[in-house]
């Protein structure tokens, strides 16, 4: 007893203040075991394993001061990691959230960090001080160091928790219940997702290399005579229940309600929440069982540039050096809206129209890419188009359900305008026309229980799964194809994947013949299967969708749109 209280005393306060580093350098991992699904070893060693090497690392260093500077990049991960579980309650930093810090704009990511100054907050007054108390130290030139006891003890305990923790690992490696170290121990997990995320974002980087031999050899069966348009509109965070053509409450499709010749999906299920993975999805051969194969294919631009149409991409998004922007260089024209004119309407107003009227000699395939209903929502319309109030709201905490809620509603209502003027507009051209639409994902808006806003969480929700979807075809296509409008008509009812469905749709659409149309994923064929219910996961894997990590409410929730 006589030594611990000399160990503890106040001419030893360098300990202290080291231990205490070390106790909240375990925050993220005591916060883990808490959300995460481990097995009980494995939350036994995501606190041994730390805890040895960080008490290991005290005992070797004199200086703690030292060790603090040195272990500042873990630091800032601990710091991440923390305000990651007050965004979404669970989960490590994924692989794909590195990768949205590159390919998300300056704007897109202000908008949420203004979301999250309490937890940034939190995160950086839990290290910062130990971060000035280590450079003060050192700029003094004193000697604060830990005691030789200390060291000593540090590096016998320190070394005995680090080499049982490892003991557990090997131990596991040969049972039904292996403990992973890439997926299970913090900050390991999170540095071997910097180096997945890095991988990645160099193989996007090489992309035009890697890609240039790809050959759809793509022809169409569509006679030169006959003029067509296809146009693709990617929805963005849009999602179904929020709807009236899905079944809400609320009047958020005045004008699309009024149609009767739309065909709509309401059991559409996206199979990631993440719009770099979605999209690309939609527009090439890639799907959830061969996403890797990625960096080695061209996007269906290219397919209908070699069956002869014209091609185009306007888009409403940031060039933002990911699968998305590399895919819609591929088109004869790409436009993407200036900052002083982000509304979804622009697209038609600015683009869409000339680029109809000026090429009616050619058969067309148009790609609109949206801001649809991305936060922050009240930025998606004119304020004269707000129909739900109120709509304002400083910022996205949970006091402001309602406003978040009127807001994003609002975003809808605006995008119908669009959709539905966007159909007019093709319509009027009395030709063989065909249009789809789906988000790429939903989102969050303080739902239930958990109190989560906006998605790309590592575990997605019902409320990011679900997404509106619908098919419309001119007089025209039906006319001319009414086997392919009566195949699409008849899957309305099923269960629909739009990462897997869309691109063999647009190809049937377009009467394009490839090697790679995938007609038993295309809805207008009469080869058509319902699809697996599998979700794209973080490491590129395709999963059992109910078995992505989803909580009860959202499992409740997904099995009421089957059906079930």
């Given at each position: 007893m006589n030594k611990l209280k000399e160990f503890f005393s106040r001419h030893n306060y360098v300990n202290i203040i080291t231990l205490l580093f070390v106790a909240v350098s375990l925050v993220p991992n005591v916060f883990l075991n808490f959300t995460e699904a481990f097995p009980p070893l494995t939350q036994t060693v995501n606190i041994m394993f730390p805890l040895g090497a960080y008490l290991l690392l005290t005992g070797?260093?004199?200086?703690?001061?030292?060790?603090?500077?040195?272990?500042i990049p873990v630091i800032i991960l601990n710091c991440f990691q923390i305000v990651l579980h007050f965004l979404y309650g669970e989960s490590i930093i994924a692989i794909d959230m590195y990768l949205n810090c590159i390919t998300s704009s300056p704007g897109e990511a202000s908008e949420l960090l203004s979301n999250l100054l309490l937890p940034v907050i939190f995160a950086v007054g839990l290290y910062l001080p130990f971060i000035i108390w280590a450079i003060v130290t050192l700029w003094r030139k004193g000697k604060t160091i830990t005691s030789p006891r200390y060291r000593g003890y540090a590096r016998y305990i320190g070394g005995a928790i680090l080499a049982l923790s490892l003991l557990f690992i090997l131990i596991t490696q040969f049972t039904s219940v292996k403990i992973s170290p890439r997926r299970a121990i913090f900050p390991i997990n999170v540095i071997s997702n910097i180096g997945g995320a890095a991988e990645r974002f160099y193989d996007s980087s090489v992309y035009y290399s890697t890609s240039k031999d790809f050959d759809y050899q793509a022809e169409t069966e569509k006679p030169d005579s006959?003029?067509?348009?296809?146009?693709?509109?990617?929805?963005?965070?849009?999602?179904?229940?929020?709807?009236?053509?899905?079944?809400?409450?609320?009047?958020?499709?005045?004008?699309?309600?009024?149609?009767?010749?739309?065909?709509?999906?309401?059991?559409?299920?996206?199979?990631?929440?993440?719009?770099?993975?979605?999209?690309?999805?939609?527009?090439?051969?890639?799907?959830?069982?061969?996403?890797?194969?990625?960096?080695?294919?061209?996007?269906?631009?290219?397919?209908f540039r070699q069956a002869g149409y014209r091609t185009a991409l306007f888009s409403n998004q940031p060039r933002n050096h990911s699968y998305t922007e590399w895919f819609g260089n591929e088109a004869h024209t790409v436009a993407y809206l200036p900052n002083n004119r982000r509304y979804d309407q622009n697209l038609l107003d600015d683009y869409l129209i000339n680029e109809i009227t000026n090429h009616r000699d050619s058969s067309q395939f148009i790609i609109l890419h949206t801001y649809g209903s991305h936060f922050s929502y009240k930025d998606r319309y004119d304020k004269e188009d707000a129909h739900f109030l109120p709509d304002n709201y400083p910022n996205g905490i949970f006091r402001y359900k309602e406003q978040l809620?009127?807001?994003?509603?609002?975003?809808?209502?605006?995008?119908?305008?669009?959709?539905?003027?966007?159909?007019?507009?093709?319509?009027?051209?009395?030709?063989?026309?065909?249009?789809?639409?789906?988000?790429?994902?939903?989102?969050d808006i303080f739902d239930d229980r958990r109190k989560r806003l906006t998605h790309a969480s590592p575990v997605p929700t019902y409320y990011q799964l679900h997404v509106p979807m619908f098919v419309w075809m001119s007089q025209e296509m039906i006319d001319a194809y009414p086997e392919m409008a009566k195949n699409i008509a008849s899957h309305t009812n099923e269960f629909v994947a739009p990462s897997q469905a869309i691109y063999?749709?647009?190809?049937?659409?377009?009467?394009?013949?490839?090697?790679?149309?995938?007609?038993?994923?295309?809805?207008?064929?009469?080869?058509y299967k319902i699809p697996d219910k599998v979700y794209l996961n973080d490491y590129n894997e395709a999963i059992d969708l109910m078995s992505s990590g989803l909580k009860w409410e959202d499992i409740n929730k997904l099995n009421k749109v089957f059906g079930k």
């Open positions: 070797l260093v004199k200086k703690p001061g030292k060790l603090i500077l040195w272990l006959v003029r067509r348009i296809i146009v693709m509109v990617i929805g963005e965070t849009g999602r179904a229940g929020n709807w009236q053509l899905f079944g809400y409450n609320r009047e958020t499709n005045p004008c699309l309600s009024k149609r009767n010749d739309l065909m709509l999906f309401p059991k559409a299920i996206t199979q990631s929440n993440i719009t770099h993975k979605c999209v690309p999805m939609m527009i090439s051969p890639v799907t959830p069982y061969n996403f890797d194969s990625i960096n080695n294919v061209k996007s269906i631009i290219t397919a809620v009127n807001a994003y509603d609002n975003s809808i209502r605006y995008i119908d305008r669009m959709l539905s003027d966007l159909i007019n507009l093709v319509e009027a051209e009395d030709c063989q026309a065909s249009i789809i639409y789906a988000s790429d994902h939903g989102e063999p749709t647009l190809l049937e659409l377009g009467s394009i013949t490839t090697p790679y149309a995938q007609p038993q994923n295309a809805l207008s064929s009469s080869a």
